[in-house]
């Protein structure tokens, strides 16, 4: 079965630290570009983090470099997003996808296997 399920999401206060991760499986994982976008209430899905096959290639939004850092371990078929120095302005449904990238890796319609999401809140 062609799936991804995300795990770590969780409410925490602001400045602190989560580790989300997303489990591949039913794919050759290591052909597989893979990333990380959230969705808050009433606002458009938006692309977070991004990581090429063999993480040549990472890309991030302007509002979490810095704090966010995209990582895979293709011999697990995992992929982590560990979030610091997390605020209020983070607090959203973060989706695990992967897609056969090879640009544009922000870009939503790019993927086509998407994981069902964490809930990620954050208080001040």
């Known amino acids: 079965q062609v799936q991804v399920v995300e795990s770590g999401g969780g409410s925490v206060q602001a400045g602190r630290s989560l580790q989300l991760s997303c489990k591949a499986s039913?794919?050759?994982?290591?052909?597989?570009?893979m990333a990380w976008f959230r969705q808050a209430p009433g606002k458009e899905r938006e692309g977070v983090a991004a990581i090429s096959t063999r993480g040549g290639t990472i890309s991030y939004a302007d509002s979490v470099k810095g704090r966010f850092t995209i990582s895979r371990d293709n011999a697990k078929n995992m992929v982590y997003l560990q979030m610091d120095s997390l605020n209020p302005d983070d607090t959203a449904k973060y989706y695990c996808?992967?897609?056969?990238?090879?640009?544009?890796?922000?870009?939503?319609?790019?993927?086509?296997?998407w994981g069902q999401g964490t809930q990620v809140t954050v208080s001040s």
């Open positions: 996808a992967a897609g056969r990238v090879t640009w544009g890796y922000l870009s939503a319609p790019h993927y086509n296997i």
């Open positions: 039913g794919i050759p994982f290591e052909t597989y570009a």
